[in-house]
């Protein structure tokens, strides 16, 4: 949204609703086959539009969610009804808006985050942080609140308030997540326990790693994760705090990114593209990004910042494009946590779902 202190003033525009024709056919130009899965899920999300019910999608990592949006926006769209896809976390926002230009090339779509450099008055589809949504005011008939349950909005009672407040009172409201919390409440559920290439979760392996921040003030680091690293072709490492990142970071002589970074997008594009092989992070990256190949580790997954939901969510970078299905996930521990335990086990217990229901191949019940 852009700085703002409480001594300035937010103006709100009152007016006639605009309305303008929908975009020139086809609308969605996306050659794609959704699974059985997503098909039963697009088909819930397309009848939403008719309903204005609220309807969750509990998908795992990598079930393809952006994908069964599609049938939804193109139903939208057509009845001249106006779109936002609001996410906690701008590297989602990055992400999305050049998939979803691709898909529609024919509607005009924003994206919005902070330094975002959009400003279309009346995008037929908005993609933004849910911080911007503060900008608007019943203006969305169609509101899907993706990673409904990731910090801040989880968390901030001041966001969930506005994205409340920008749609209109009659309309859609669709929340997206792997891992949702049992305090949401919905007229619908629809669970999608498979990814939409058919190849079971990554089951995370777990290594006791000792106390390796005592290594941190001798700059050494433990020869278990040199030994994991020296056989990874790319790697995510995720850490729980900036400090012992940066620490890490000059030791191994590899990038990292955390939230404040002010040059995270050109270090995660630079990871994407393949122009470095190793990435440290903090839990920012944990979701809604997705790097063909990868393979991660925790250090220190048994910090109380690495939630059951977390890990879970960290674990489902790996193996997510169908060229490349499979890859390590390991946990470095100081000792087992319940969320390690929790979370290898709902992974677990996903794959166990799908294979009944004879998504999934190469797994056995």
């Not at 191994?252 to 990871?271: C, I, M, N, T």
């Amino acid at each position: 949204m852009g700085k703002a202190s409480e001594c300035e003033w937010i103006v709100l525009w009152k007016d006639e609703p605009f309305t303008q024709p929908p975009p020139a056919e086809p609308i969605l130009q996306w050659e794609g086959e959704l699974s059985l899965p997503q098909q039963k899920a697009s088909a819930a999300l397309v009848n939403s539009i008719e309903t204005k019910k609220s309807i969750l999608v509990h998908a795992v990592c990598g079930a393809g969610k952006t994908e069964i949006l599609f049938h939804m926006i193109e139903k939208a769209l057509r009845e001249n009804l106006r779109i936002c896809i609001a996410t906690p976390r701008r590297d989602v926002v990055q992400e999305l808006a050049p998939r979803l230009k691709k898909a529609f090339p024919t509607t005009q779509i924003e994206s919005l985050y902070g330094g975002s450099e959009d400003r279309l008055p009346h995008a037929q589809l908005t993609i933004a942080t849910t911080h911007q949504l503060l900008r608007f005011r019943e203006a969305f008939d169609v509101m899907v609140i993706d990673e409904v349950d990731a910090f801040p909005f989880s968390a901030d009672a001041a966001l969930q308030k506005s994205s409340a407040k920008a749609r209109k009172a009659h309309s859609t409201l669709i929340y997206l997540s792997a891992t949702p919390s049992r305090k949401i409440k919905t007229d619908q559920t629809i669970k999608i326990p498979a990814r939409f290439h058919g190849y079971p979760l990554p089951v995370p392996e777990t290594k006791w790693l000792g106390n390796w921040r005592k290594g941190l003030t001798k700059e050494k680091v433990d020869p278990a994760l040199l030994k994991w690293l020296s056989n990874r072709p790319k790697s995510l490492i995720f850490m729980p705090d900036i400090q012992s990142m940066q620490v890490y970071s000059t030791i191994l002589k590899v990038p990292s990114v955390h939230s404040a970074d002010p040059e995270r997008g050109e270090k995660v594009q630079a990871f994407r593209e393949g122009k470095t092989q190793v990435l440290l992070t903090t839990t920012i990256l944990e979701r809604g990004v997705t790097f063909s190949g990868v393979e991660v580790a925790v250090i220190g997954a048994d910090d109380p910042v690495f939630t059951e939901a977390a890990l879970v969510q960290i674990a489902g970078r790996v193996g997510r494009d169908p060229l490349k299905p499979k890859g390590n996930v390991i946990f470095f521990h100081h000792g087992l946590t319940d969320a390690i335990v929790k979370a290898q086990r709902h992974i677990v217990l996903m794959n166990k779902e799908a294979a009944r229901l004879g998504y999934v191949k190469g797994f056995m019940v």
